[in-house]
């Protein structure tokens, strides 16, 4: 082998280790950037879903809320898990109207009418 042969492939052999090294570290440097991709990502779910899961719970807690009002066992389930139902407005007045209604069937067509 000539000398001129000899350096063009030991030339080549250190490009080769060269381009090596620096793929390892674009590899390295590529796996820090999507972990911190990752978290920044992780973080920005659980603020958007955190506030849709506190959305939805809390129609959730009010829907049962209003059922309570008319049904001792979900007021005693949600008591139960430290939960005070209060009446809602709704909830009252629905239950007013009943009343009226069962107030004015027992008086017959008389009661209407006055």
């Known amino acids: ?57 809390g129609g959730v807690l009010k829907d049962m809320a209003d059922a309570a009002a008319q049904n001792r066992e979900m007021r005693q389930l949600l008591e139960k898990h430290g939960f005070q139902v209060q009446p809602s407005v709704a909830a009252a007045v629905g239950s007013t109207a009943k009343r009226e209604e069962k107030t004015t069937d027992g008086a017959g067509a008389e009661g209407v009418a006055q």
């Open 1 to 57: 082998m000539r000398q001129g042969q000899y350096f063009f492939i030991l030339l080549m052999s250190v490009v080769c280790v060269v381009l090596t090294a620096g793929l390892i570290a674009m590899g390295q440097a590529n796996m820090r950037m999507q972990g911190k991709l990752q978290n920044q990502q992780q973080k920005l779910n659980q603020g958007i879903l955190g506030q849709q899961a506190q959305q939805i719970s």
